[in-house]
């Protein structure tokens, strides 16, 4: 039993290191999840807006999909104009339920 833990532990460690990129020393997913992680910060940073829930999905056509719950109310900023202030971002797709801000 006692082998089986050390080839399991191997074989992630050989997938792992060394990284390819330097980025993936400090951030393993940051290739692969940047536009999402940066749309959501833009999207997160507005102070008129309040998300009560937000997911990001990457599309295929250099696109995301904005998924979620905003309060919103007439002065809101548009979420798609911020989304697409990310470089990478050509469209976006907005499926958020917009209800009255409180």
């Keep these: 039993m006692r082998k089986t833990k050390h080839r399991e532990v191997a074989t992630v460690a050989k997938e792992e290191y060394p990284p390819q990129f330097a980025f993936e020393a400090i951030d393993p997913l940051a290739g692969n999840h940047r536009i999402e992680r940066e749309v959501q910060r833009e999207l997160l940073s507005e102070p008129r807006l309040k998300f009560s829930s937000l997911v990001i ?41 917009v209800t009255p801000r409180k």
């Design 57 to 97: 999905r990457r599309m295929n056509n250099n696109g995301v999909c904005l998924q979620g719950v905003l309060e919103a109310d007439d002065e809101s900023p548009d979420v798609c104009s911020l989304a697409q202030r990310v470089s990478g971002v050509e469209q976006v797709l907005n499926h958020l339920v």
